[in-house]
């Protein structure tokens, strides 16, 4: 199937199993056929192809022979999609109860043929081959259930995957007839194909009440966040299409555009960018000797030269994948399989299984309105992380798309997730690849050692008002090649943010989060904007760290992802003559803490902060205006038991310009009172859990004398 083509209409291969009590009558009548087939010496093998081979349904009759259903034109409408709908108010999760192994169940209603009062079926296809095999794989998988009465979730036999080819008041007529249809609770439709001509609704048009729909094609308009679940459009083309195993590294191409149906404006873009930058962008179209069929679908062409499709996106690192008439395209399948980047151009597209794959480790997303800066945008992308986004994109098609099982089931999953939350899959087992386990040594963390370095980190940046300082941060912190996202805490209620005009245009997202109130403990909430698990807290006077101090900084943390890793340097002494202890901000040989003005973390330490903090920690940090660091550093030493790392040498960090008015790490009871929360902490720990180490973490070849490029991080600074 292609997203602008039909699904075959060609009969189905077995769907849901049949039922247990049946087994053994048919395996005996089977058992004597073939006796005596072999006997009379006429025993030939069944051909396979879909037309012979799958005759048979759950009910043991020819497809051809299901029962007929006539549709009367007064028979029962379902309405509109309700866009309200959510899982607790259009779900019944009770109807799927406790069950030791955590998982739906499924049921498939039988073949039904559905025509009207003039004998005029629905569907102009019937069942196609792809419905047909995802029902196959359901009733084979360990969510079907042929007991109705024990079924979690119902799944209609009406094939709704192409709209093109449905009677669409006529397909609400037929699911509104289900028995067990109850305004479609618990009913679960599959579209790949939605909408059609003129306007292409970016959802199944066809009235279904408050049906859970996977939908191939979702915006965010349509798209029921945490309901809906947005599926790939299947590729037959590249599931039909065995192509070699390629090594993730550099190609011929470095961007390759390779769909036929572009809008006459983005081919006019791309065009240029190909004139621009010569042999790297590959720009190909229809080979127009050609007439239409299968051949010319795996053919593709430029001034006058044939390339095997979809062979050739193997040959590009990066491949563009535009928006159509429709939203989903089944070139996204295809990319995939070749390991080539996927780079998005569909504004609002909910992309495949967004709700639980992480599509920053394998893809890039534009805004349609920066294609002209593509080439620019790609170019800035390190070596390593294209690979391992090469990688990452194979083993995506691999794992959920690259047949109709792989799709079907993966929604059965995301489902279950949903109804039974503390079993769900964790972030790790739908993102990672399965790794090869030694058979006599595992990993004492039972955890990966060190975190991938896709997914980056999100910056929080804390401000009150100063926006000039605070641009200039998110300014540099931009150029940080992982970062992912950037957050700012507005921290003042008395002065709103500035216009969103006036904020510095960046390559990633960025959020302001407005606080109720000026703490200083806002910094470590754990906000829902934060998806990665490196956070980044900074000040918004921390100017003066470079891109290449802060992208080391993020890969020391990826080394040892349960410490405190930053730049500024502390340290806690014993002061004898006063017995108590002391803090102390002089430049020494040794570091306890470092300074989360500008240090990495994991986002776990948010929560234990925000929810677990020992005793009045927290409000005594909010009622001072001070030392939310140095708790933080209690914290995390407390529970690793590891002192943090200290990173560059870098020991002067924030703007010049800045003045006591400014800062409240200026004011002069501010290092007084630092001491005092150092002994306060460490009567409310009960003990004192910084340690103190003499090291820091320095690039290797920082001080060699090298050639700067030679260098990974080149820029960094010496104080």
């Not at 829902?528 to 993020?554: H, K, W």
């Amino acid at each position: 199937m292609y997203a602008s083509g039909k699904y075959s209409s060609r009969g189905p291969a077995l769907i849901p199993r049949m039922k247990t009590k049946h087994r053994i009558y048919y395996i005996t009548l089977f058992s004597v056929v073939l006796l005596g087939l072999i006997a009379t010496g006429m025993f030939q093998f069944w051909p396979h192809s879909i037309e012979s081979a799958a005759d048979w349904t759950i009910d043991k009759r020819s497809v051809h022979d299901a029962p007929l259903v006539r549709l009367s034109v007064s028979s029962l409408i379902p309405e509109r999609g309700d866009l309200s709908c959510r899982m607790h108010t259009c779900f019944d999760v009770y109807r799927c109860g406790y069950n030791p192994k955590n998982r739906i169940k499924v049921y498939i209603y039988p073949l039904q043929k559905f025509v009207d009062e003039l004998g005029v079926p629905i569907s102009s296809t019937g069942l196609s081959r792809e419905y047909n095999d995802l029902l196959s794989a359901i009733s084979d998988s360990d969510f079907y259930t042929d007991d109705v009465t024990r079924a979690c979730l119902f799944i209609p036999s009406i094939d709704v995957l192409n709209q093109n080819s449905l009677r669409i008041r006529e397909t609400a007529q037929a699911l509104a007839m289900l028995p067990r249809w109850d305004k479609g609770m618990n009913h679960l439709l599959f579209n790949m194909l939605p909408g059609g001509p003129p306007d292409y609704n970016t959802a199944l048009d066809v009235p279904r009440d408050r049906v859970l729909l996977a939908g191939g094609g979702f915006s965010t308009w349509t798209y029921r966040q945490g309901y809906d679940v947005s599926i790939p459009v299947y590729s037959p083309l590249s599931a039909d299409v065995e192509l070699p195993q390629r090594q993730p590294g550099p190609r011929r191409y470095f961007i390759l555009s390779s769909q036929t149906a572009i809008h006459r404006e983005y081919r006019a873009e791309l065009e240029r960018l190909k004139e621009e930058n010569g042999e790297a962008l590959l720009l190909l179209d229809k080979c127009s000797n050609l007439s239409q069929g299968a051949a010319s679908a795996r053919k593709r062409c430029f001034k006058g030269q044939m390339y095997d499709y979809p062979q050739i996106l193997q040959e590009s690192s990066f491949c563009v994948v535009l928006r159509g008439a429709r939203l989903g395209q089944a070139a996204l399948s295809d990319v995939l399989q070749a390991g080539c980047v996927p780079v998005i151009l569909a504004d609002s597209y909910v992309l495949p299984f967004s709700e639980v794959l992480d599509w920053k480790r394998a893809s890039v997303v534009i805004p349609e309105e920066k294609l002209s800066e593509m080439y620019t945008i790609l170019k800035s992308i390190t070596h390593r992380q294209v690979e391992e986004m090469q990688r990452q994109a194979h083993w995506f098609w691999e794992a959920y798309f690259s047949s109709m099982k792989a799709i079907g089931l993966t929604t059965l999953q995301i489902i279950n997730d949903r109804i039974y939350p503390y079993a769900a899959r964790t972030y790790e087992q739908w993102n990672n690849p399965p790794v090869v386990k030694w058979s006599s040594v595992n990993s004492p963390l039972f955890l990966p050692l060190i975190p991938p370095r896709a997914p980056g980190f999100t910056a929080v940046v804390l401000t009150y008002d100063r926006v000039e300082s605070l641009f200039r941060v998110i300014t540099e912190i931009s150029k940080v090649p992982s970062l992912a996202k950037l957050l700012v805490v507005w921290n003042n209620q008395n002065k709103s943010p500035p216009e969103e005009s006036l904020w510095p245009k960046i390559g990633v997202p960025l959020k302001v989060v407005r606080t109720k109130e000026n703490k200083l403990s806002n910094r470590f909430f754990p906000y829902d904007e934060i998806e990665t698990e490196a956070v980044l807290a900074i000040d918004d006077d921390i100017i003066m760290l470079t891109s290449d101090e802060l992208q080391f900084g993020y890969e020391v943390w990826r080394e040892f992802p349960d410490r405190l890793v930053g730049y500024p340097g502390r340290l806690h002494l014993w002061d004898h003559e006063m017995g108590k202890w002391k803090y102390e901000s002089e430049w020494t040989n040794e570091v306890s803490m470092v300074l989360t003005g500008a240090a990495f973390y994991h986002k776990y330490f948010n929560y234990l902060y925000t929810y677990k903090m020992p005793g009045d920690i927290k409000n005594w940090v909010d009622a001072h205006m001070n030392c939310e660091d140095i708790a933080m550093n209690f914290l995390v030493a407390n529970i690793t038991g590891k002192a943090p790392i200290k990173v560059t040498p870098r020991k002067k960090f924030k703007c010049p310009e800045c003045t006591a008015i400014d800062g409240l790490s200026l004011d002069q009871t501010h290092m007084v009172e630092r001491s005092e929360c150092i002994n306060k902490f460490a009567s409310v720990f009960g003990t004192m859990p910084l340690k103190v180490v003499e090291h820091r973490a320095d690039p290797v070849l920082y001080k060699d004398d090298f050639p700067e490029k030679l260098k990974s991080f080149p820029n960094i600074g010496s104080l």
